[in-house]
């Protein structure tokens, strides 16, 4: 298997553990630790398919994954987040480099947000007692597969 063939699998991959982790948290609002451990484990071929430095492409970009992870987990302690959700965004990180995972936090953010107005509109619609829940795990894939489309597909137009 060339490169252009790992890294086109490995994206297959990522992208279809990221469909299943979102149908997963709609239904249940639960990620399954199996999928991101695969997800993170994952990673280490995606940069070697990538042709990633050690240094300083591999420590910086693990530094950079570290710090997203460890605030995130800052904002589970908080009771704002799920673990899934958590250790999703921490799996998602080390895929990314620091520009485009900056990015995925923005989309996330965005169509988080997005979500989280259409699940209080049903929420008070059908008049639920108790807190609105937001499936943030949608948001992290949907970000995720918008962040995944240029390497997916720009390696047919060349």
């Known amino acids: ?3 252009t063939s790992l890294s086109l699998t490995l994206l297959a991959l990522l992208a ?3 469909v299943a982790c979102a149908i997963e948290d709609m239904r249940q609002r639960t990620i399954a630790n199996w999928k991101n ?6 990673a280490p071929l995606w940069w070697w398919s990538q042709g990633w430095a050690l240094w300083p492409d591999l420590a910086l970009h693990l530094g950079v994954a570290v710090g997203v ?3 995130f987990v800052g904002i589970f302690a908080l009771g704002q987040m799920g673990g899934g ?3 999703l965004i921490g799996a998602m990180a080390l895929w990314l480099p620091p520009v485009p995972l900056m ?5 996330m953010a965005i169509v988080g947000a997005a979500i989280t107005i259409v699940a209080a509109i049903e929420h008070r619609w059908r008049r639920r007692a108790g807190r609105t829940e937001t499936p943030y795990g ?3 894939a949907v970000a995720g597969l918008i962040m995944l489309r240029e390497p997916l597909f720009y390696q047919f137009t060349g």
Do not use: H, R, T
Request: charged residues 10%; aromatic residues 4%; neutral net charge.
């Open 1 to 3: 298997m060339n490169g």
């Open 16 to 18: 279809a553990l990221l």
């Open 37 to 42: 451990a695969v997800i993170a484990l994952l």
């Open 69 to 71: 992870f460890a605030l």
């Open 85 to 87: 959700d958590v250790k």
């Open 103 to 107: 990015q995925l936090l923005m989309l």
């Open 138 to 140: 949608v948001a992290i």
